[in-house]
């Protein structure tokens, strides 16, 4: 669900990227840029979210395994009206959690020293955090911000080999009126 303050953010992301493209390459660059941004960030809206979970290394954890942490985040998702995320166990030696969700399901990956380490009120706390982020919705923002820095990455990549490339074959690269400009 996009709110009013998402949309305004996404409409700033995409305006920002738009006027990058436009005033490195013209109006195609920004066309361009436009066109790579809403497929990047489309498909990381539209894209399961636990699979970027088990892109991360993460293993789904079975209520045998933690059925108190089972039963905490039941607890937490009820009292939030949402329902049971799934939970994942995320490689790392850092205490983290991160929660994922689509419009139908949702996830909490947490790693092995956060349910180690910390105590249980701790724990609580976390995955209460994660449960706030899905239950207000703040997800579809990140996601979709995180597939413009992708494309962003991607297309600063294209532009630094186009302009070595442009260099080596002996193209004016005119960097040096661009650097003036901004």
């Given at each position: 669900?996009?709110?009013?303050?998402?949309?305004?953010?996404?409409?700033?992301?995409?305006?920002?990227?738009?006027?990058?493209?436009?005033?490195?390459?013209?109006?195609?660059?920004?066309?361009?840029?436009?066109?790579?941004?809403?497929?990047?960030?489309?498909?990381?809206?539209?894209?399961?979210?636990?699979?970027?979970?088990?892109?991360?290394?993460?293993?789904?954890?079975?209520?045998?395994?933690?059925?108190?942490?089972?039963?905490?985040?039941?607890?937490?998702a009820r009292r939030a009206g949402l329902p049971t995320p799934?939970?994942?166990?995320?490689?790392?030696?850092?205490?983290?959690?991160?929660?994922?969700?689509?419009?139908?399901?949702?996830?909490?990956?947490?790693?092995?020293?956060?349910?180690?380490?910390?105590?249980?009120?701790?724990?609580?706390?976390?995955?209460?955090?994660?449960?706030?982020?899905?239950?207000?919705?703040?997800?579809?923002?990140?996601?979709?911000?995180?597939?413009?820095?992708?494309?962003a990455t991607a297309l600063a990549e294209i532009g630094r080999?186009?302009?070595?490339?442009?260099?080596?074959?002996?193209?004016?690269?005119g960097l040096g009126e661009l650097a003036a400009a901004l």
């Amino acid at each position: 669900m996009l709110t009013f303050r998402t949309t305004v953010c996404l409409v700033a992301l995409f305006l920002l990227a738009a006027l990058v493209g436009l005033t490195t390459v013209g109006p195609f660059g920004a066309a361009v840029v436009i066109a790579v941004s809403l497929l990047t960030s489309t498909a990381a809206y539209r894209g399961r979210r636990w699979a970027s979970l088990r892109q991360m290394g993460g293993r789904p954890i079975q209520w045998f395994e933690a059925p108190d942490l089972y039963e905490l985040v039941d607890a937490l998702a009820r009292r939030a009206g949402l329902p049971t995320p799934r939970l994942y166990l995320l490689p790392g030696r850092m205490v983290n959690a991160v929660a994922v969700a689509t419009a139908g399901s949702s996830a909490i990956g947490v790693t092995a020293p956060l349910l180690r380490y910390m105590p249980p009120d701790e724990v609580a706390a976390v995955i209460a955090h994660e449960i706030a982020h899905i239950r207000h919705g703040d997800l579809p923002l990140q996601m979709v911000a995180a597939g413009l820095a992708g494309a962003a990455t991607a297309l600063a990549e294209i532009g630094r080999f186009g302009v070595v490339f442009a260099w080596l074959l002996g193209f004016p690269v005119g960097l040096g009126e661009l650097a003036a400009a901004l």
